[in-house]
Nanobody, 117 residues
Framework: QVQLVESGGGLVQPGGSLRLFCAAS????????MGWYRQAPGKERELVAS???????NYADSVKGRFTISRDNAKNTISLQMNSLKPEDTAVYYC???????????WGQGTQVTVSS
C-alpha cells in the first residue's frame, strides 16, 4: 500500500507563483510514474504533468513553459512549481502514482489552488 499526501495549495493572484508538494509513503514499487492531475468545477479531470522514476516528464499543452514537475527519489516526493498562474488554473490538484506492471494506482486527497485577484 502507498499513501500520498499533498500540500502547498492556496490562493494566489494572477501572474503569481505557487509550489505544490506530494509525499509518498508505504510499500513503493519501482519503476513508477508520479504526476499531478487537476479538476475544475464542471470539467473533466486532466493530467497536468507526470514524471517517471527515470525523470522522463510529460506536460499538458496548457501548462508547458509555466509549470515544472520534479521528483526526489531519495525522499519519495514530487513537486510542481507553478509560475505565471492564470484564473483557468483554478482547480483541485491531485497527486497520483502508477506502479509498473499494474501493481498499484494511488491517489492523494487533493489540494485546492485558486487563482483570483
Amino acid at each position: 500500500q502507498v499513501q500520498l499526501v499533498e500540500s502547498g495549495g492556496g490562493l494566489v493572484q494572477p501572474g503569481g507563483s505557487l509550489r505544490l508538494f506530494c509525499a509518498a509513503s508505504g510499500s513503493i514499487v519501482s519503476p513508477n510514474v508520479m504526476g499531478w492531475y487537476r479538476q475544475a468545477p464542471g470539467k473533466e479531470r486532466e493530467l497536468v504533468a507526470s514524471i517517471s522514476s527515470g525523470s522522463t516528464t510529460n506536460y499538458a499543452d496548457s501548462v508547458k513553459g509555466r509549470f515544472t514537475i520534479s521528483r526526489d527519489n531519495a525522499k519519495n516526493t514530487i513537486s510542481l512549481q507553478m509560475n505565471s498562474l492564470k484564473p483557468e488554473d483554478t482547480a483541485v490538484y491531485y497527486c497520483n502514482m502508477k506502479e509498473a506492471w499494474r501493481i498499484g494506482d494511488y491517489w492523494g486527497q487533493g489540494t485546492q489552488v485558486t487563482v483570483s485577484s
